[in-house]
């Protein structure tokens, strides 16, 4: 894989030009998604992903911050496309036998 570095410590761009956190495998919109999911600070970032250092997770949040509009772009695209997808797919077997049952809305 080649890697590029960025103006950020932590951040490098992947041959696919998707940022992810040097020294892992960790994309830089899946740090975000779960800031944004569960409102975590970066504290408790570390605490929920002990393999990234502070500094790796500031590096990664300050990328962010100076690329939002892109980023909040790929974000947007990704559920566009995890959205067709699950409406391309239906109804799983599990959730029509459970909405027989009534166990389901």
């Known amino acids: 894989m080649t890697l590029t570095a960025t103006e950020h410590k932590y951040v490098q761009l992947d041959e696919h030009n998707v940022p992810i956190?040097?020294?892992?495998?960790?994309?830089?919109?899946e740090l975000i998604n779960s800031q944004f999911a569960y409102g975590w600070s970066p504290e408790e970032l570390h605490l929920n992903y002990p393999?990234?250092?502070m500094s790796q997770i500031y590096s990664a949040l300050a990328y962010y911050w100076d690329h939002k509009q892109?980023?909040?772009?790929?974000?947007?695209?990704?559920?566009q496309l995890a959205e067709k997808l699950r409406r391309e797919a239906g109804e799983s077997p599990l959730a029509a036998r459970l909405r027989s049952q009534g166990l389901l809305k």
């Open 70 to 79: 892109e980023l909040d772009a790929d974000m947007e695209r990704r559920f």
């Open 51 to 53: 393999h990234l250092s």
């Open 21 to 29: 956190i040097k020294g892992t495998t960790m994309k830089v919109i």
